[in-house]
C-alpha cells in the first residue's frame, strides 16, 4: 500500500518549453485531461504532493491551496513519486503497486516512478531537488517498465487522439444519459452513442457532431454556433465558443473558455485562447492566453514530404520523425491578422508576431516581431496587457503571476541577448 504520491518535475522539462514556463510538466492537456488529472484519477484515495521548480511554486500553490507543494507529508509511511512527464494509465497504475517499496522504475533509462518508503523517504522529507535525475533515486532497486512518456510537445499532438479515446472511456458511462445540454432541431449526429454533450451546452442548427471515427465529448456551457463540423476524436472544453461554421478537425482538443473558429486538425489549445477568425491550424499546441488574429495560416507539412526538424530550448535542430509538424506557441503570446507561420515553428513566452513573410522558425520569449526587425517586448508592456486580457475572463493577475513574468524574462534573456534584442 502507499500512503501518498508525489508528482514530480524531472530535468526533462527543458524540452517541453516554451509550453512549461508558467506551468509544471504535469499540467499540459494530453486528450480530455492533463497528464496530473490521468494520475490522480487512479490514485483517489492518497494525499498528493505535487513538486516543481522553485519559481512555479506559489503560482501552483494559488491554484491548488488543498493540496502540498513542494512539501513532503510529515505523516505519510510510502510515498510513490511519478514523472508528471508520463502519461499514466490503469495497466501502468497497477504495475507500479504490484513491487516492493524502495523500487525504481525506468523506460529507457528514463525515471518513470518510484515506490520509496523508510529512510529513502526521510531524504525526501528533508530536502526535495530543484528537479529530478535518476541519481535522486541511486539507492533503490531498479526495475524496467513499459510505459509512455513525453520527451517533446509534438509527442503530446501525435498521441492526443489516442488519449481523447483513453480519457472519453475513463470519464463517461456510456449507460448514463449521454447528451445533457440543449440540442437544436436540424443538428446531425453520426454515431451517437460516441457522444457526451454536458448541461449548459447549446448545439444550434445546421451543426454537425461526427464520431465515426472517435467520440466527442463537449464540456458543460459550450456553444456550438451554426453549420459547424466537428469530427471525432475531440473535445471541447468547458464554457468554450465555437464559431459560424467553424471546421474542427479530428484529434483535436480545444480547453476551456476557447473561442475557435476556421479550421483547426490535431491540434491542442490549452484553455483561455482564441482563434475565432478563418485560418489554418494544424498540429500545433497553443498556451493559454493566446490570441491568433484573422487569417493567421500554420503550415504543417513540407512540400518535399520530409520529416520536420524543431528548435527547442534555442539548441539545434531535432529531427521530430514526423512529417507533420505545426505551431508551438506559449503562453500569452499573439499573432496579428495575415500572420504565416511555417512547419515546425516555434515561439516562446508572451511575444508577439506582425508584419508580412514568414517568421523566423524560433522565435524567443518577450519578442516583439515586426516584417523589418525584431526588438523586446518591454516587460512591463507586456504584464499589462496581461493583466486586461486576464481581466477581460474574470481572471485575476496578482502579485505572484508578475512575479512569474519577471523570472521568466529573467531566464530568457540570454536567448534575447543572442540575437542582440
Excluded at 46 to 74: A, D, G
Excluded at 377 to 383: A, F
Aim: aromatic content about 10%; overall charge neutral.
Amino acid at each position: 500500500m502507499i500512503d501518498s504520491i508525489c508528482i514530480f518535475e524531472d530535468k526533462g522539462y527543458a524540452n517541453l518549453l516554451p509550453l512549461v514556463y508558467s506551468r509544471p510538466i504535469y499540467d499540459l492537456l494530453s486528450g480530455i485531461l492533463t497528464l496530473r488529472e490521468k494520475i490522480t484519477y487512479h490514485f483517489p484515495t492518497q494525499i498528493v504532493t505535487l513538486h516543481s521548480r522553485k519559481y512555479l511554486e506559489k503560482l501552483i500553490q494559488k491554484e491548488n491551496p488543498k493540496v502540498l507543494v513542494n512539501k513532503m507529508n510529515q505523516k505519510v509511511n510510502t510515498c510513490l513519486f511519478i514523472n508528471g512527464r508520463v502519461i499514466l494509465d490503469s495497466n501502468l497504475a497497477k504495475t507500479l503497486l504490484q513491487f516492493e517499496d524502495n523500487t525504481l522504475f525506468l523506460f529507457n533509462n528514463q525515471v518513470i516512478a518510484a515506490k520509496v518508503s523508510g529512510h529513502n523517504l526521510e531524504k525526501f522529507r528533508v530536502n526535495l531537488p530543484e528537479t529530478f535525475s535518476i541519481s535522486d533515486f541511486q539507492n533503490l532497486n531498479k526495475t524496467n517498465i513499459e510505459a509512455v512518456i513525453i520527451n517533446y510537445p509534438w509527442d503530446l499532438v501525435n498521441r492526443n487522439g489516442i488519449e481523447i479515446f483513453n480519457d472519453f472511456n475513463l470519464l463517461v458511462d456510456k449507460n448514463a444519459k449521454m447528451v445533457l445540454g440543449n440540442i437544436y432541431e436540424s443538428v446531425s449526429f453520426l454515431n451517437k452513442s460516441y457522444i457526451f454533450i454536458g448541461e449548459g451546452t447549446k448545439v444550434k442548427p445546421g451543426v454537425v457532431l461526427d464520431a465515426e471515427n472517435g467520440p466527442i465529448f463537449i464540456d458543460k456551457n459550450v456553444t456550438i454556433m451554426p453549420n459547424s463540423v466537428i469530427e471525432g476524436p475531440c473535445f471541447i472544453g468547458e464554457n468554450s465558443i465555437i464559431k459560424i461554421s467553424a471546421k474542427i478537425y479530428e484529434n483535436t482538443s480545444i480547453g476551456k473558455a476557447c473561442k475557435i473558429g476556421g479550421e483547426v486538425e490535431q491540434s491542442i489549445i490549452h484553455s483561455y485562447s482564441n482563434k475565432q477568425h478563418e485560418g489554418f491550424l494544424g498540429h500545433a499546441y497553443l498556451g493559454q492566453w493566446v490570441n491568433l488574429g484573422a487569417d493567421t495560416n500554420n503550415s504543417d507539412l513540407k512540400n518535399n514530404y520530409s520529416n520536420v526538424k524543431v528548435i527547442i530550448n534555442d539548441s539545434e535542430p531535432i529531427d521530430t520523425g514526423s512529417i507533420f509538424v505545426g505551431l508551438i506557441i506559449g503562453d500569452h503570446s499573439k499573432t496579428a491578422i495575415n500572420t504565416m507561420i511555417n512547419t515546425g515553428t516555434v515561439v516562446g513566452f508572451s511575444s508577439n508576431i506582425f508584419g508580412g513573410g514568414f517568421p523566423d522558425k524560433y522565435i524567443t520569449s518577450f519578442a516583439w516581431r515586426g516584417s523589418e526587425s525584431t526588438s523586446t517586448y518591454n516587460l512591463y508592456k507586456s504584464i499589462e496587457v496581461a493583466k486586461k486580457v486576464m481581466e477581460r475572463r474574470n481572471k485575476a493577475f496578482t502579485k505572484i503571476e508578475e512575479d512569474v513574468f519577471n523570472e521568466i524574462f529573467k531566464l530568457t534573456e540570454a536567448e534575447r541577448a543572442k540575437r542582440n534584442l
